[in-house]
């Protein structure tokens, strides 16, 4: 079974820096595309930044230069760098990656289960 396991959220005071990371487990052939993506209280859960297998990146415009996503092929797992961090940061960081569970076979969509990021004085 394909796990996506996130880490690294937390309180943090207005203008910090915090470090995400999700590893992906379990027996699969690839992973094409890694995400993260935020859903702040009561809101729509957005896309925040993209990473391709190649390590092409895309970014939200909301984000402004200060985040930048990662990956380690070897180790399956994609980071989020985040730095200068504002109260409108605050929401649930999601983990997402297209993986191929086996030669031939279509890519599946994963998801992490979410790690809270609280930014406040």
């Known amino acids: 079974q394909v796990q996506l396991v996130e880490s690294g959220g937390g309180l943090v005071q207005p203008g910090g820096s915090l470090r995400l990371s999700c590893a992906a487990s379990?027996?699969?052939?690839?992973?094409?595309?890694m995400d993260w993506y935020r859903q702040p209280s009561g809101k729509q859960r957005e896309l925040v930044a993209t990473i391709t297998s190649g390590g092409s990146k895309n970014y939200a415009n909301s984000i402004e230069g200060r985040f930048t996503i990662s990956r380690d092929n070897a180790k399956n797992t994609v980071y989020l760098q985040m730095n200068s961090l504002k109260p409108e940061d605050t929401a649930v960081y999601y983990c997402?990656?297209?993986?191929?569970?086996?030669?031939?076979?279509?890519?599946?969509?994963?998801w992490g289960q979410g790690t809270q990021v609280t930014v406040s004085s």
């Open positions: 379990g027996t699969f052939f690839s992973i094409n595309a």
């Open positions: 997402h990656a297209k993986i191929r569970r086996g030669v031939g076979r279509f890519e599946d969509d994963y």
